[in-house]
T-cell receptor, first 116, second 117 residues
């Protein structure tokens, strides 16, 4: 599985933008870049995903480098509710011997702290 | 958005007993579901891939006879922890794909916290 590298932790102030980086230098041409976040004692929540082009949704924006070896999750105005562990994950849709089915393998993620 | 629900949210059992956790996709059909386990202050670890109508595929190091997975319908997958021991105490989370089965977002359940005494 292609791996991702994220900073262990980041801090932000409320209502300021947050840029969460992710390196994935071994990404393959078919890997989709996914971001999820997890609050304590809850299951992960989908944030955004993309393949090559930058993506926007109501939660965040995803900026993907031209060579796809890195990406950045952008929270435009952080709120206290955005404090969570953010995971950058590569999802490989290739069906490797009938067992892959695009599984997600989680790394350690980035702990985002938002200060009032 | 799509909803995945787990039951029970938490369970306490005695050592040696078996515990079943259900994972349901409430408003969509999930051909494939994934089961994860998460220990305190650690990341999620994929245990197995559950495929409707066929045997589950287990990740390396996960005992298939201890963690029984059944995916009998397109909306229900179950994980049974057999002969549970204190080291099996963990947060178990399931997830399912939406319409873009292999590439799109995964929807996660709320998690089930198992405590084995």
């Amino acid at each position: 599985d292609a791996k991702t590298t994220q900073p262990n932790s980041m801090e932000s102030n409320e209502e300021e933008p947050v840029h969460l980086p992710c390196n994935h230098s071994t990404i393959s041409g078919t890997d989709y870049i996914h971001w999820y976040r997890q609050l304590p004692s809850q299951g992960p929540e989908y944030v955004i995903h993309g393949l090559t082009s930058n993506v926007n949704n109501r939660m965040a924006s995803l900026a993907i480098a031209e060579d796809r070896k890195s990406s950045t999750l952008i929270l435009h105005r952080a709120t206290l509710r955005d404090a969570a562990v953010y995971y950058c994950i590569l999802r490989d849709p290739n069906n490797a011997g009938g067992t892959s089915y695009g599984k997600l393998t989680f790394g350690q993620g980035t702990i985002l702290t938002v200060h009032p | 958005g799509a909803v995945v629900s787990q039951h029970p949210s938490w369970v306490i059992c005695k050592s040696g007993t078996s515990v079943k956790i259900e994972c349901r996709s409430l408003d969509f059909q999930a051909t494939t579901m994934f089961w994860y386990r998460q220990f305190p202050k650690q990341s999620l670890m994929l245990m197995a891939t559950s495929n409707e109508g066929s045997k589950a595929t287990y990740e390396q190091g996960v005992e298939k006879d201890k963690f029984l997975i059944n995916h009998a319908s397109l909306t229900l997958s179950t994980l049974t922890v057999t002969s549970a021991h204190p080291e099996d105490s963990s947060f178990y989370i399931c997830s399912a794909s939406g319409t873009s089965r292999f590439t799109g977002e995964l929807f996660f359940g709320e998690g089930s916290r198992l405590t084995v005494l």
